[in-house]
């Protein structure tokens, strides 16, 4: 792998980076900051990319850090699944896989359906490389009216768009608190052009519903029980008007993890990294900084 640059203003620029899944599935990812600094991983959430890190991945890159940032297997620039395994264990097992070929201890930063897989990695052969586990608006029991609004968004638009104004009319729909932009030309990292018109860039395949409800709440227990284990370093992300995340949500969470770290984001829902960037990445930074793990 090669390390990064900096580029004449001081700032770094990341470096492609690509791993290789125990079933073959390319996993693209890229690193922000000096190869040999503190190092920290990002997983993103559901029909996101690495591009929603971008700009706390250059932020942890100017004090030191190492931030490599990953696309999910059917997200982004990674391959999709040709067998439609999405499961949150084989998720796992890509991050893993990934933890192992950097070589040493990180920090993993997952928001919602990242968060959840590197909670359940911590279970799993090789989960003692995650020496800090940051969680942005996710807990193993969600609220349940919040994930269907997320997932109704994330399924909501199979025919595609016609152009990117009419993606925008969508996200600014699904997101009312955030300002709109003024173009929505960054919503090409996001979306890919065929035959005329835009789609999401994941793999629908990815976005099936659990066809019983209680699958939701086996899988909880499954997370739960991932929490009440855990022993490193912990910090809960919440967007305080997250619909996803409620206040009963994060005293429930406490209670399986007791050193939990908490901080809330005024202003950011949900999708708490991108709504206030700022004050997210300044948290995630104070909390690597605090628990660098030896050898990293």
Not at 31 to 46: I, K, M, R
Request: without cysteine.
């Amino acid at each position: 792998m090669l390390d990064v640059v900096s580029n004449a203003n001081g700032f770094t620029d990341p470096t492609p980076l690509a791993f290789r899944a125990a079933d073959g599935i390319r996993l693209a990812g890229e690193s922000w900051g000096p190869e040999d600094g503190p190092l920290a991983v990002f997983l993103h959430g559901g029909g996101q990319t690495r591009h929603s890190w971008k700009d706390t991945g250059a932020a942890l890159a100017k004090v030191g850090l190492r931030a490599v940032l990953l696309d999910a297997r059917g997200h982004g620039d990674s391959d999709w699944a040709p067998d439609g395994n999405y499961s949150r264990e084989a998720q796992a097992a890509d991050l893993l896989g990934v933890l192992a070929e950097l070589g040493r201890p990180a920090i993993l930063v997952g928001a919602s359906m990242g968060g959840l897989t590197g909670l359940l990695a911590t279970t799993l052969p090789g989960g003692a490389r995650i020496a800090g586990l940051v969680l942005v608006d996710v807990v193993p029991r969600p609220e349940r009216k919040g994930i269907d609004r997320v997932l109704n968004f994330l399924t909501g638009s199979p025919e595609g768009f016609a152009t990117l104004e009419e993606a925008a009319d969508a996200v600014a729909e699904y997101l009312p608190h955030r300002p709109r932009p003024r173009s929505p030309e960054g919503l090409r990292r996001n979306l890919r052009q065929r035959d005329g018109r835009w789609y999401w860039h994941w793999d629908p395949a990815m976005m099936q519903r659990p066809e019983r409800p209680e699958d939701l709440d086996l899988n909880a227990d499954e997370l739960e029980a991932a929490a009440r284990e855990l022993t490193i370093p912990v910090l809960l992300v919440r967007g305080r008007l997250s619909d996803v995340v409620g206040e009963d949500s994060v005293a429930a969470f406490r209670a399986l993890v007791p050193h939990l770290e908490y901080v809330e984001i005024a202003g950011a829902a949900h999708t708490a990294a991108s709504d206030v960037n700022d004050q997210f990445t300044d948290a995630v930074v104070d909390f690597v900084r605090a628990h660098i793990p030896p050898g990293a």
